[in-house]
């Protein structure tokens, strides 16, 4: 008995013109055929054709396997559409979805912005209490990070702790309350948050006019001299051996006042071994960081303004820069300081775009005005290590506030 040949090996309906079809595939002709067609031959056996189906079944769930994980992505950006307790169980749950619970300012508001036009509002009562949830996003981690002019850094609730914490040096937010974080508690916060704000003391981010110089000169940038160079070294040693104090430089017939090193509130606490830089010398005092030499270069500028130039030229007189430093890395270094100085909480420079000039904003302070706001972070910081380490102290059962507690709270201290 004459056995039937393969499905895919009969020729008897194949003609010459799809051989020569297959075999020049740029003039291939486009069929339009239903999805998973195929033509079986008619002189295949009943087996051939229940073997060769099979096959073609298996290949198609293949596919619409790959192209349903296509369509349904792992991670999901905009925040999900669960009921949220209060505005402060939203950033908890935004800083959750990130990395090790840290994220910039910039993304939060774009993950907001995102919430709020979304239909995830619905599931909120309180979302209908505020038009723009993002402009309430800096005095809200403000007050869950009890910085200075916030309610809860004077006036806290009972067995309050900071819940998040901004890192200066990545410029970023960190939230820090794991374990003590519930519903409850947060609502009960944002109540008092939202019933005190009016009292937060907001910081002036306004483009106003930069207060004028302490001493006018007329004196240009120039490279300085080498007995310029060594007198300025003299009173640079000087201001470094007392970096939790003021002080004044005098160059070139005009006076620069440069407030104390962040950080540095006391005569011993630059006795750690300073960090390793490729731009500066390894035996200077801990507290000299590119930072430092750069803030007080801007200090130094005549009328407290000048380009990047002539910033890069006056850090080359300090005694702390590697003398293999090249130009280049200088300018790339002090670049990289500029912005960094510029996004701080209080900065002291500005870039002028229209004059395409670096201005000084701490130019008319004086070495008391420092000194006080310098003792003033040092306390601000002392109560913040103070409240945490009263939280890590008590157990890790969250403390449940009452909301009635909280409005009674409020509605005294409003009457006060």
């Not at 499905?7 to 055929?33: F, H, V, W, Y």
């Not at 801990?286 to 030229?313: F, H, K, Q, Y």
């Not at 000084?360 to 409240?387: G, T």
Request: charged share 25%.
């Amino acid at each position: 008995r004459r056995q039937d040949p393969h499905p895919e090996l009969n020729t008897e309906n194949t003609s010459l013109n799809d051989i020569l079809g297959r075999c020049q595939m740029a003039k291939r002709p486009k069929i339009a055929t239903k999805k998973h067609s195929v033509i079986i031959p008619k002189k295949a056996s009943a087996a051939s054709k229940h073997n060769l189906l099979n096959g073609l079944k298996g290949k198609a769930k293949g596919k619409m396997g790959k192209a349903a994980k296509a369509k349904h992505p792992v991670i999901s950006e905009a925040p999900t559409l669960s009921a949220h307790s209060s505005f402060f169980a939203l950033i908890r749950h935004l800083f959750s979805s990130c990395t090790d619970h840290r994220t910039s300012m910039h993304r939060l508001e774009e993950k907001i912005l995102i919430w709020q036009n979304s239909d995830a509002t619905v599931t909120c009562d309180w979302a209908l209490e505020e038009d723009n949830w993002v402009s309430q996003l800096l005095p809200a981690l403000r007050y869950l990070a009890a910085e200075e002019g916030a309610v809860s850094s004077f006036s806290p609730l009972p067995g309050f702790a900071p819940m998040v914490d901004f890192k200066d040096r990545i410029q970023q937010w960190k939230w820090i309350a794991s374990g003590r974080d519930n519903d409850e508690t947060l609502k009960a916060l944002c109540d008092h948050f939202l019933a005190t704000r009016q009292d937060i003391v907001e910081p002036d981010m306004s483009e106003k006019s930069p207060p004028p110089p302490l001493t006018v000169t007329d004196y240009v940038v120039r490279p300085s001299t080498e007995d310029e160079k060594e007198e300025f070294q003299e009173q640079e040693a000087v201001r470094y051996s007392n970096a939790h104090r003021s002080f004044s430089y005098h160059m070139h017939g005009y006076q620069s006042v440069v407030g104390p090193v962040k950080g540095v509130f006391n005569k011993d606490s630059g006795l750690s071994k300073a960090r390793e830089h490729p731009l500066l010398i390894s035996n200077r005092p801990a507290c000299v960081t590119i930072l430092s030499i750069v803030r007080d270069a801007a200090a130094r500028l005549p009328n407290g303004e000048g380009t990047r130039a002539e910033i890069c030229v006056l850090v080359r007189d300090s005694q702390y820069i590697a003398p293999t430093a090249t130009d280049q890395s200088v300018h790339t270094v002090v670049s990289g300081a500029l912005d960094r100085l510029h996004y701080e909480k209080d900065p002291c420079v500005r870039y002028d775009s229209n004059r395409k000039l670096w201005v000084y904003l701490h130019r008319n302070r004086s070495e008391d005005e420092f000194e006080k706001l310098h003792q003033a972070s040092a306390a601000a910081m002392r109560a913040k290590k103070q409240l945490l380490h009263k939280a890590k102290g008590k157990t890790l059962a969250p403390t449940n506030y009452s909301v009635s507690s909280v409005s009674a709270k409020a509605t005294k201290g409003g009457a006060k």
